[in-house]
């Protein structure tokens, strides 16, 4: 069965270090998301993406934030320079379209420590 | 602002038990509900999906059901099993251009042996 796989694992850097967290989503799928879920919390919305563009972004996703689809299958989170507080877990999602039935797949996530 | 929120926080049971989890939303104009399944450390598992025009899907053990007018949802857990053991979210999809979702914090279920 298809499924969305996110690289690395676990992830540790210094703060104000740049990071890249890797995804690829499921080949047929056009909506992709970030999300992330600080330990203890909920998961929270970052950004969605379709058609090489950003569609909605929280206010989260600061300047800080950017997100790319640099070729036909990755789709990458940037963090330009990490803070204490982006230390969380980090999920990509994908979804086959924009019709509101549709169900987003989840990856396993990158565990980002920020020290 | 719009937020979803899961009772109980915890539930543990013995092993065989039907049980429901509880899902809560503050406006009922959704799209859709998702349930998922969270193992510890790990990526979340869609277990069902329920359309805003629907009442309940069944997978399996699962039933979820859904109310907007009231702005619940619940997740039926029929003959649990240890395995069952996870932490159980339910996320609403308001719609919009981008159809993020709006997660609660998650029932974590311990089912004993």
């Known amino acids: 069965e298809p499924e969305v796989t996110q690289t690395p694992s676990h992830q540790v850097t210094q703060m104000g270090q740049e990071v890249i967290l890797r995804c690829v989503p499921i080949?047929?799928?056009?909506?992709f998301y970030w999300y992330r879920q600080i330990l203890g919390q909920k998961v929270e919305f970052l950004v969605s993406?379709?058609?090489?563009?950003?569609?909605?972004k929280s206010e989260i996703f600061d300047d800080q934030f950017s997100v790319e689809r640099p070729d036909g299958s990755n789709f990458t989170l940037k963090i330009r320079s990490t803070k204490l507080e982006d230390s969380a877990m980090y999920f990509c999602?994908?979804?086959?379209?924009?019709?509101?039935?549709?169900?987003?797949?989840f990856g396993p996530g990158t565990r980002l420590l920020v020290l | 602002k719009q937020e979803v929120t899961q009772i109980p926080a915890a539930l543990s049971v013995p092993e065989g038990e039907n049980l429901v989890l509880n899902c809560s939303f503050t406006d009922s104009a959704i799209y859709n509900l998702q349930w998922f399944r969270q193992d510890p450390g790990k990526g979340l598992t869609s277990l069902l999906l329920i359309q805003s025009s629907q009442r309940e899907q069944t997978s399996g053990r699962l039933n979820a059901s859904l109310d907007k007018s009231s702005g619940r949802s619940t997740l039926y857990i029929a003959a649990s099993q240890p395995g069952d053991s996870a932490t159980y979210l339910c996320a609403v999809n308001y719609g919009g251009s981008q159809g993020n979702l709006i997660f609660g914090k998650g029932t974590k279920l311990s089912v004993k042996p």
């Open positions: 999602a994908s979804s086959e379209a924009l019709r509101f039935s549709e169900t987003q797949y």
């Open positions: 993406f379709y058609n090489n563009e950003i569609s909605e």
């Open positions: 080949s047929n799928h056009l909506y």
